[in-house]
Each structure stands twice: as C-alpha cells, then as structure tokens.
C-alpha cells in the first residue's frame, strides 16, 4: 500500500518552480480535500476498465460513476445536464490540472482541449481512497511547489511567529496581510492570473492546509481566521455533526438532543465515505496484516477476514460511519454468525460488540505505535476513537479520557456494558 512517504518520494525529483512553469493552476478553488479524493477516485474507476486509454475532462464526469455519485454525495444537479457544464468545468477540470502539475497526470493539448493519461494509478489510488490521504498529499504537494518556488519560508515563518503573537489581533492581522500580499504579487508575477479576487481564492486553497497540519491560524472571509484551522474548514461538504452538537447542552443526550432538533442527513454521501473507508481498511488489513480478523480468536485465525463491519451500525450512527476506527475487519463466520446474530444484519450481538471494541483498542494502540518507527502507515487517531466511543455510547465523558490512555479506554468499555450487558 502507498503511504505517506511514497508520496515525498514521488514528488521529490520533480521541480514544481511557479516561475519557471507559470502555472497559475497549479492549485485551485476546487481543490479541497473531498472534491480532490473524489475527482481522483472517479479517475481511478475509469484508468482501472481502461488502464492506457487517454481522457478529457468530460470523459470522466459523463462516467456512470461520477454521474451517478455527483448527484448524490454533493447534491449537485446531473453532470448531464447542459444548464450545469460551467459548474462542471471547475469542479472536475480544476482537480485534474492539479494531478496533472503534480505528474500524477499526464496532460497534453489537442486544440483547445486538455487530454490526460494516467501517470501514476497508486498515488491517484491513494489519494482516491479517502479524504484524510488526499490531504496528506495536499500538504506535501503545497510545501513542494512553494520550496521550488522559495515561497514556503515565508508561510513557515507566518506559522511559527503565531506563537508569540497570538494575544495581539492587529500584529497577527498585519503579518497575515503581509503574507497574502506576498503571495498576490507573486502571482502577478509569475502567472497570467492578474485579478485579486482569482489570488484570493487561491491562497485560501494554500495557507489553510498547511494551517491545519501546524495547529495554526490561516484565512477566513479575506482576513486572519478567527481560530485555528480544522479538518471540517477544508472540506467542500461541511456537514459536520461536532458542529451540529455544539449548542447540545451537558447532560442531554444525542438522541433526545436529535429528536427535538432534527438533522437533514445527506445519507448518499455517508454511504459513498463509509464504501471508500471500507475498501481502504480491506487492503490496509490484507496488505499489512496478512488479512488475518482484527478480533484475534483462535478458532479463526486462518480465515481470511473478507468483511469489513461497523462496530456500531451505519443506519444508527450514520455520523461515524466512515470513521476507521469504528469499522473492523472479520471473516464471514465472526462477522454473519456472532457480531449479527444469525445473520440478520439488522440485529446486533451487543456482548460481541463489545469484544469487538476492546480489540479495536488493540489493533488502534498496535498501528499507532508501529507508526512511530516507521514500519507501517498511521491510519488511525485516539482522539477519533474517543469520539466513536462518546457518540456510540451517549456519553460526552469519554472524549475527556487523556490522549493514549488505552487503559482508561478499556476501562470505559467495560463500565458501559457492565450496565448493557
């Protein structure tokens, strides 16, 4: 599987130099995390049934997949119709010229049309796989093109003075308004992009996911952000539930909080995440676990765990059903005779739920510890696990435990279906 660092190692040789290239495009507005997974997952279905066959921009959002998930996982209208090819323009073509400048595409000219080969089908796989990866490479892809540009010092400097500025608005507004304009000057510079507002979107596209990877203030509405950035900021789809449950008051549960305040859910877009996040666990699972089940019983050891599962069920918990740390790889026989009774999905064995839960702990704390020296990609956060634990168990409490205390996550566990059970 490609990590993190086949992804530096990719990148590495390539000079993405702006003043050499004058690619204004080298990022767009278009480019957020989700659009960027989802564009890149799109093209993989395509390269896969046609593995050297070149393509155009509407090649792929006339597909019958990206058809068929665009309507539904960003409620958009029909890729079909002709009242939406403006829209359509940007929000495919602006990923691909991304992928392209980053020599995961090929691009070449025919006329006026772009034509693209895919140059690298695991890094688009990567990418595709989930959001979370695609912002791993957005991160290193940004830092690479600004270091070939001898742009980046001044956006680590941004980020690192935050500190000792932090308490003063007006300075952390002056060194924000310095950097922007840097960065537009540049880029009147270097590119054919003349226009601010066309800068401006731009930059938001650059200093945000960086922003977020050093804990730090980036932009909001033209000006210095109110606060540090997050992951839900970067996202073109932000349905967020932790924003959704922010007014919940203390001691009232998610269900009684839900029932008096209904929450429109875009369940399309839940089950296409939490497909992709299944997939991504099924060949992390065979890739560096040999396939063998995540919950370790002799009797099953030898069986290959083929089904990916949901601890606590998508119908019921649609808010964590993409989440890694709350799917499990099985095989058939744990996963249709013990986690769902007799087979009926529907149902749930609530003393295997359990057991399931505590060796998720295991096989959370074993990946994050082996992701220390390097021998396999991190893919899962404790913090993450603390809130698929807090929402399928009603209980706010449980995000309080303190970071890597697996001992008290366990202890959790036990208490909550000491009262279940």
Partial sequence: MITEQSIIDF??????????????RW??????????????????????ENPEKEFCTQDIWFSEYAVQNTESVFKKPSPKQNAAK????????????????????????????????????????????????????????????LRDSELFYDFETFFQNQKNIEDNKDKMQLAYTQLKQKFYDFTHSYTFIKKDLECGRIFTKVINPLAYFYNAYGTQGGHISSDRITYDVLMYNRNNFRDIYANKPKGVTRKVYASEHPIEINEKYYDYQSSKAKRFLRIFNDQYRNGVTEHLEKAHLKDKAIHIHHIFPKALYPEICAYLENLIALTPTQHFNYAHPNGRTQEINVEYQKLLLLSKADRIKENIEESYSEKVERIYEFPKFLHVLSVGFDNDEVESIGNMDFVAVMNAINVHYANVV
């Avoid at 990022?27 to 896969?48: G, N, R």
């Fill in 11 to 24: 990148i590495t040789p390539f000079d993405y130099d702006i003043r050499e290239s004058h690619n204004g």
């Fill in 86 to 145: 403006n829209e359509y323009d940007k929000f495919f073509q602006q990923p691909m010229k991304l992928l392209a400048n980053a020599q995961i595409l090929i691009e070449r000219k025919d006329g006026l049309k772009n034509i693209y080969k895919v140059n690298n089908l695991e890094i688009l796989e990567y990418i595709a796989l989930s959001e979370r990866n695609a912002l791993k490479f957005l991160y290193r892809y940004i830092e690479k093109v």
């Fill in 27 to 48: 990022i767009d507005q278009k480019c957020t995390p989700d659009v960027l997974s989802f564009i890149a997952d799109c093209i993989y279905y395509y390269a896969s």
